[in-house]
């Protein structure tokens, strides 16, 4: 009996990365003829990572993990957009208009978790582009990593501008429990005219720290990042301090910090944007980030602030 040919057929496997990568230095983002397009406008690319923990050097953590590449948060001032560059997509539109998918990522981490070599350090996720993504809700990539890490007892941390993360309470609750566990929710200022300039796609800041609120009072050791602090838009003393408060208010467990850098991509693209967007600022951007740090004076001088205003509440 003849066995009809599709009935085994699972489809062409999803391309890495780095394959994806080739097909858009070859022929542009248009030739991502399989990414998904929803109703965001975005275009969702599925690909298989080969790993799901990635090292770093330099940061207060070893290991990272992101279930995706790009966000349609689409901040101007994000310091991934120059991540996107590295797989020849531009860190401009396509940043937050072409997200890469990682379908594999929560096997692939379980096979990680399991090997011998692995000592459970720290895996911090979200560091480089939003877990909580309004995709996210499709996919659910975050909450299955999250419930690997659990099952692993192994220390997290977590950072997200995505109210989402409230739909994993449980997951975290659990991890929590199990091990060390930290929520971060990026709000860098309460002020609705900063928000609506620097963070197009992001849910409101009070939302946000709703979502802290909720996540302290399950039992998660949830605080607020006011990171990145914008000079010339969120640098303003009674911004600063005006987030802490909210931030207090809103129980808070700890609150952290950081002037922007700029570089690479990410350097391109904001001042372009500050350009059209904001012309009488770029001399003075222009002197103060020589470098991709703002002056060390200039960053004390804003932490102080924030400091003052920590000891105030």
């Not at 928000?195 to 800041?205: C, D, I, V, Y």
């Not at 003393?237 to 931030?247: D, G, I, S, W």
Request: charged letters at 25%; glycine letters at 6%.
């Amino acid at each position: 009996m003849e066995i009809a040919p599709l009935l085994f057929d699972l489809g062409r496997p999803k391309p890495t990365t780095r394959q994806i990568a080739d097909l858009v230095k070859a022929g542009g983002a248009d030739a991502l003829t399989e990414a998904i397009r929803r109703a965001d406008a975005a275009r969702y690319q599925e690909v298989q990572c080969r790993s799901a923990l990635n090292s770093v050097k330099g940061m207060p953590f070893k290991w990272t993990l992101n279930p995706y590449r790009g966000c349609t948060h689409g901040c101007h001032y994000c310091y991934a957009r120059r991540y996107h560059a590295q797989f020849e997509l531009g860190a401009d539109d396509e940043f937050a208009s072409v997200i890469l998918v990682k379908t594999n990522l929560v096997e692939v981490l379980r096979r990680e978790l399991r090997k011998p070599l692995w000592t459970g350090e720290l895996v911090a996720i979200g560091t480089a582009t939003d877990c909580y993504q309004p995709i996210e809700g499709s996919y659910r990539l975050t909450r299955g990593a999250l419930e690997v890490l659990c099952e692993f007892s192994n220390p997290t941390s977590v950072v997200t501008k995505g109210p989402m993360i409230v739909r994993d309470t449980d997951v975290l609750v659990d991890l929590s429990a199990r091990t060390e566990c930290s929520v971060c929710v990026s709000v860098p200022c309460v002020d609705e005219d900063v928000w609506r300039s620097l963070e197009p796609g992001t849910a409101h800041p009070m939302q946000r720290l709703r979502a802290v609120r909720e996540l302290v009072h399950a039992g998660v050791y949830a605080g607020v990042l006011m990171s990145p602090i914008v000079p010339g838009f969120s640098s303003r003393p009674a911004l600063l301090e005006r987030t802490v408060k909210a931030a207090v208010d809103h129980g808070a467990r700890f609150i952290g910090s950081n002037v922007m850098h700029l570089e690479g991509g990410t350097r391109d693209h904001f001042m372009r944007w500050l350009e059209s967007e904001r012309p009488e600022l770029v001399d003075g951007y222009r002197q103060l980030y020589t470098t991709k740090y703002a002056p060390t004076a200039y960053r004390e001088k804003v932490r102080s602030v924030i400091q003052h205003a920590k000891c105030k509440m």
